[in-house]
Structure formats: C-alpha cells, structure tokens
C-alpha cells in the first residue's frame, strides 16, 4: 500500500485581477519529498473552486530555495514578487493562520 502524501502548508495568498475578480494561492510542501506545490482557487472563500494555475499568466513561480539559508518568510516574499512582477493578477495580502 503507498504511503498517504501528507502536506504542510507554508502560505495562502489572496489575489486579484484588473476586474477585481478574487483569487487565492496556496502553497503547500509535501512533507515526505519536500517537493513546493501550488493550489490556485477562484475567491477568497472556503469552497473556491479549483483553477490552473496556468491562469496566472506567471512563467516562472519559485519551486526551490535560492540559498540553503533562505527562510519561509523569504521563500513565501519571493513569490508574491514573482505574481506582482509577472501575472495578471496582484497578491493583495497573506492570509495569516489563526492559532488558539
């Protein structure tokens, strides 16, 4: 029986269009393989429906660490630059977890 893929995520991004249109991006690692993906959803609700992240228009999000050093918090900086920089769609803000 294969191994259940388990994932931490490292970021949820809320996005926007030219037409004020909603997106949210989140990124996830998987755990066991330390391979970076990427969920793009339509909204900024629970129950967005999945879009391809070939919507974004961006040629190249980050999938690795630039230096050995770099943190999550640089890692996540970095890729709300690269949508900034290079999609149709702007981050408008970091959805933060709430911890109680």
């Avoid at 970021?11 to 030219?18: S, V």
């Amino acid at each position: 029986m294969p191994k259940e893929k388990t994932y931490k995520t490292l970021g949820h991004f809320l996005l926007e269009d030219p037409l004020s249109n909603k997106s949210s991006l989140i990124l996830r690692i998987n755990e066991q393989s330390g391979f970076i993906s990427y969920r793009l959803y339509i909204g900024h609700g629970s129950s967005g429906m999945g879009e391809s992240l070939s919507n974004l228009q961006c040629d190249h999000l980050p999938y690795e660490k630039r230096t050995e050093d770099e943190s999550i918090e640089d890692f996540k900086h970095r890729v709300a630059i690269t949508i900034n920089a290079d999609s149709v769609r702007r981050v408008i803000r970091e959805r933060k977890t709430v911890k109680f």
